[in-house]
Structure formats: C-alpha cells, structure tokens
C-alpha cells in the first residue's frame, strides 16, 4: 500500500486512534511501519486528530486526551477495528436470543456482526434503529426470495425506526425516539462507544443518547455488547448506569483488572470463548 490508499483518511484516523487510546500513546514512527504510510500523512493524521480534541501531541507522537471523547468515527472506519473481537462477541450473544421473541439492536458495528449472526434465529421480532442491521435481514430475505422457494420460514420481521443518520449510519432524534418509546422488547442488545465505572455507557452524539435512553426504558433485559477497547471510554453524553444493565458480552481481550470491577457492578460477564460468568444469581435468581 504506497501511502495507504486501500484505507479512507477517516479510516486511518480511527485506527490512529485506537492505538493511543490502547498503548496510551504512540510514537510517529512506529505509526509509519503500521500503516504503511509516510511520515507527513501520519502528522496529518495527528494534527487532524488533535483539532478534534482527541488526542494531544507530544514531542514524536501523541498521548490521549483525559476529556470526554467528542470523536465519532464513520461505520466504515470503524468495522475495520477489533474485528475478530466483534466477532467472537456476536457468536456469543447470539445465544442469549430466544426464537420468538422480541429483540432490539441499536446501531454500530458490533450490532452489525451480531445481526448476521441472528439471521437464522427463527421468528424474532427485530426493532433497530441500525440502516446497517436492517439490511442483513432484508438481505437475507431477498436472497431467500431469489432461490424460488418463497419467504424464508421463521424470517424475522423487521421494525426500522425514523430519525437522522448519524455517521454509524443510525437513525436517531425525536422520531427514533417516538418510534421506540411505546415499544417493549424482551431484550435489547446495545453496542457503545465507551463503558466505565463513574460515566456508565456512553457516546459522544447527543441524540444518540437520547435515542438509547429510549431503548434502554423499553427493554425487560438490557445486554451491552463491547470489546475490550471500550472499556474505560468515555463519550460526552452518559445515557445508561451499569445499574440498569443485565449482562455484558465482551472479548478475551478484557484485562483481568477490568473484569474484575465488571464483576462488581454487572450480574452477568460473559467473554466470549470462556464459561459464562454469573456473579449475582443472572437470569435464574
């Protein structure tokens, strides 16, 4: 790749970023043999990120920043990340759906790789404000379609909300948020931008926290769905406590330390590939 050309600036940029806030901090060199690009692009890229108020500069290389993140990175730009993660994650919480039920899917890309896994989950009832879920289901079912052999038995019916897209490609605001409100869902699986103690989930759309207060009411069980770089993140609008969350589905990438303050918090921590965790008694106390 001479200059990275198969990777978006955004891309690249989300990547950058990813890599600080991982290390907690990254040398301009090291970003260079990385990327495959030139010195000059990665300094772009930093001085790009720094005027987002993500990251700070420093002599070399760049350090994260300690104020709420205000970053949101595209849809595309962020599948590129954790992606053997995401899909450990969304293998796992696939179980927790129970044919026949009603589910909702907010938006992201952990979402996304979950809903793919759903697809065969017979008689679900899907609500999401995702253009990105609901796509793996309308595609699954044209593809059905197209064999000859009519409606695909058991297809889940889709619900997609109204609102204004968001550059996850989501649909939020006040006609999301009326779609969503007079509904009730068994469960709801929720990706995050960040997950801590003291901000519990958060992002840094304002609408879409509002959107995901609206979800979070609607749903008998709220199941978080997030790799371990979620951790400890935080975006500038707060819309749930980890009180009001039931379970969370995370990677083997999770630091012993961060399970263990889950653990106190959650009544459920499963990581994907490890036996289920139920510290409280879960869903059967």
Do not use: C
Request: net charge negative; proline share 4%; glycine share 8%.
């Amino acid at each position: 790749m001479s200059d990275n050309q198969n990777l978006l600036a955004e891309q690249r940029r989300a990547l950058i970023l990813d890599e600080v806030r991982r290390r907690g901090g990254v040398r301009v060199n090291e970003l260079t043999r990385k990327l495959n690009v030139s010195d000059m692009t990665v300094r772009r890229d930093l001085d790009a990120l720094a005027r987002q108020g993500v990251i700070e500069k420093v002599h070399g290389g760049a350090v994260p920043v300690a104020e709420a993140s205000t970053y949101e990175p595209g849809f595309e730009a962020k599948s590129t990340l954790e992606l053997t993660a995401k899909e450990d994650i969304a293998r796992a919480a696939a179980a927790m759906a129970v044919p026949g039920s009603a589910i909702a899917l907010a938006g992201g890309t952990t979402a996304f790789a979950l809903a793919q896994q759903l697809v065969d989950v017979p008689d679900l009832t899907v609500v999401t404000n995702s253009v990105r879920v609901a796509d793996v289901f309308y595609t699954a079912q044209r593809t059905a379609a197209s064999t000859g052999s009519g409606p695909r038995p058991g297809a889940a019916t889709v619900v997609l909300t109204g609102g204004v897209r968001t550059p996850s490609d989501t649909l939020v605001g006040p006609v999301a948020d009326a779609a969503i409100r007079f509904l009730h869902f068994d469960v709801l699986f929720l990706g995050v931008h960040g997950i801590s103690v003291e901000a519990g989930l958060s992002t840094p759309n304002l609408a879409e926290a509002e959107t995901n207060r609206q979800f979070v009411r609607s749903a008998r069980r709220v199941v978080v769905v997030a790799d371990h770089t979620k951790w400890g993140t935080v975006g500038l609008s707060s819309f749930a406590s980890l009180d009001q969350v039931h379970a969370m589905v995370t990677d083997s990438g999770m630091p012993a330390e961060a399970r263990a303050v889950i653990r106190e918090h959650l009544p459920e921590l499963l990581v994907a590939g490890e036996p289920a965790e139920d510290v409280r008694g879960g869903a059967d106390s």
